[in-house]
Every structure is written in C-alpha cells, then in structure tokens.
C-alpha cells in the first residue's frame, strides 16, 4: 500500500492532507498521481464524485506551480459554483505547511468587479465556472496567457448544463497550454467529442472500476409509503436519528422551499438551498449549516455537487432523482472521510423498481425499512 510520500507528494503537502485525516491514498489517486507528476499531458480519468479526485489532480497541480512566478499557471474549471469554492478552499488547506500557492475562485452569482479585484492580487491558480470565466477574459480582467494545465472537473455535468460552446472557447484560447487533465463520471458523446477535438490521441485513459466506486460505509435504505404518509415517515426517521445532521433532497426548487417549512413548523433546524437563490442567501444558510445552527439542510440536486461536510450521518431522498449518476452525487455527500452514513429513500410502490435499477447499474444493494404504524 502506497501512501501519498511513495506516490512523490513533498513533504509539506503530506503534512497539510495528513491534519485533514487524509492518509491513505484512494484508488483514483493511486492511479493518477504518479502519471500527473511524470509530466503526463493529457488524461481522460472516469471517477464518480467522493472518490477523491479533487486531491488526484489538485495535488499533482500544486507541485507544479512556480510560487517565484506571479502569472496564473493553471485552471481548473467547474460546473457549479459550490463546487469551484469547494475545490478552491480544498487546495488552500492542502497547501497550510507547503510554499504559498495562490488560488482564487471565480463564478456566476457573485459581482464581477470583487472577483476582478481579487485577481489583480498574486495569483497561480483560477478555479472557475466556464461562463464567469469567459466574462472575465472578453474584459481582460484576467491573463491566461501562462496557463500550463487546464483541469476539468466534471466534465460531463458541464455538458449536461449545457456548457460544450464555453469549453470549446476556452480551450482553444490558452496559448501556452501542455497538459489537459479531464474528470468525468461519465463518458457521453459530448465528452467524446471534447476529448477527439482538444485532447492528444495518446491521452492516458483511467477508469475507477465501480467496486471501487462503491462506499462501502453508506448503507442503502428505502421505506415504502403513499405520498400522504410521507412527511409522517420522514419525521420519524428524523426523530430516530436523533441530533444527527443531514441533507434531503427532493427534485424542485418549490419542493424543497414547501418541505423546508414544513419540517420548521415542527421545531427541526431546518432551510432550504436551491439554484435560484442569490449567491449571498445560499452562503448565509451553508454557513449556518456549517457552523451546526442548523440541523437538516433541504437542496435540489445543485447542491449535491460541491457540498462536503464530513460529519452528515445521513441523506434522505424525499424524491428520487432524475439519474442514477445523481444518486451517487446525493448519497456521496455522507460517510465522509471514513465515517459511516445512511442513504434513505422514501419511495412509493411503483418507485421500488427505480431502486432495483440502482442495485444492477450502481452495484448497491438496498435494504427494506418496515413502516412504524
């Protein structure tokens, strides 16, 4: 067994992952840290979200990075906002006892001029979403010109949202560009395309095999009840779990909005979070969230990108997704850093088969809860 050292991480980055209980390498990163640091330059890696992917590139990433040097030199591209701050605030923690690396995060949702003005500050890495990037790029508020590496990080989820004509841009645009490092669950048409027109036809191919995927720690449970018992049978899977924290998901914004003040009217710590809500309004509930003000949060899937809080105990799928990729996005978000959790799904008959589906394409096995009269 390999540990981040072995796989030739500097000393001062292992410090730095070693004070986040990060130890021992997961498989992606096993597979994708030495190729990165062999000056490796184009990847295609398939890995779903919770696999720990943000390490097997963000790591390999810092390593290059020349802190002497006050240009940006790479670029990691997300599809969210949650998950570019995510990922931002990751590295920053990766590199406590390690050179000063800059990152700066830049999206959609925020003012601009802010984001300008962080960026006229030292700088090695942007983290962005693709539209907010070409914004700033078209007011050249920001200088590509010295970027070495682009990363993409869910790429598939940056199609689906319907982003292939900014990734076209902004990849034809980076001059100086040498290693192109993509990320995807999986592997659509559109990514194909991606890979065909801007990857080298000798990119490396790394496929996490699904047993690996897996999260041996979550157990999958669904409860089977009429869209009238429902919010009866959340309460009290919710009263069982006693003080644990969670996040349920259900499907729309209105959904999520009727459910959150459904569950306060019952004096459970609860509010909401969806994509229509202003930057400002879903950081003030993630950091009440966060600072455990709250003890439910209740998001459409938007949310399941980017959201990693290591102590959620469970999930609850009030309504199931639209993809099984979701599911493994939703239930992803507990048993974190080697804890364990419960994926809870509430489901009615007809439904039961959506979850046999989940068994035969996610290799999970679901147990039965009894209903409590």
Avoid at 63 to 91: H, W, Y
Avoid at 274 to 289: I, N, S, Y
Avoid at 290 to 308: F, H, M, P, Q, W
Avoid at 332 to 341: C, H, S
Wanted: aromatic share 6%; net charge positive; with cysteine.
């Amino acid at each position: 067994m390999k540990n981040f050292e072995e796989l030739g991480i500097s000393s001062g980055l292992v410090k730095g992952l070693a004070e986040l209980n990060i130890v021992e390498p997961t498989d992606i990163q096993k597979k994708v840290i030495p190729l990165l640091l062999a000056g490796t330059s184009d990847i295609v890696a398939q890995a779903q979200t919770g696999t720990g992917k943000t390490a097997a590139y963000g790591l390999p990433l810092l390593e290059q990075m020349d802190s002497n040097m006050n240009s940006v030199q790479g670029l990691i591209l997300c599809p969210t906002r949650e998950l570019a701050q995510q990922v931002a605030k990751q590295l920053f923690k990766f590199t406590k006892y390690s050179t000063p690396i800059f990152t700066e995060s830049v999206y959609g949702g925020e003012p601009i001029d802010r984001q300008i003005s962080a960026l006229s500050r030292p700088t090695h890495i942007i983290v962005a979403t693709p539209g907010r990037l070409i914004d700033l790029v078209n007011r050249e508020a920001v200088d590509l010109s010295s970027v070495k590496t682009v990363v993409l990080d869910e790429a598939d989820e940056m199609l689906s949202m319907g982003f292939k004509k900014e990734l076209d841009e902004i990849l034809s645009f980076l001059p100086a560009i040498e290693n192109k490092w993509l990320f995807s669950a999986t592997i659509p048409q559109g990514i194909q395309e991606i890979n065909s027109k801007h990857l080298s036809k000798d990119a490396e191919r790394i496929v996490v095999s699904r047993n690996n995927i897996v999260n041996k720690k979550i157990s999958h449970q669904y409860l089977v009840c009429d869209e009238t018992e429902k919010l009866y049978a959340l309460e009290l899977f919710l009263k069982s779990e006693h003080k644990n924290r969670g996040v349920i998901f259900c499907k729309t914004k209105a959904a999520t909005q009727k459910l959150a003040k459904q569950l306060i009217a019952k004096n459970i710590a609860t509010d909401a979070i969806h994509g229509d809500m202003l930057q400002k309004e879903r950081d003030k509930v993630m950091r009440a969230f966060k600072n455990e003000t709250l003890r439910i949060l209740v998001a459409t899937d938007i949310a399941a990108r980017g959201l990693d809080i290591s102590e959620l105990t469970f999930v609850a799928h009030y309504q199931l997704p639209e993809s099984d990729e979701y599911y493994t996005h939703r239930s992803g978000r507990t048993a974190r850093a080697g804890r364990e959790g419960i994926s809870m799904c509430f489901v009615n008959t007809s439904e039961v088969k959506i979850l046999r589906n989940y068994e035969r394409t996610l290799g999970l096995k679901f147990h039965q809860v009894k209903k409590v009269k």
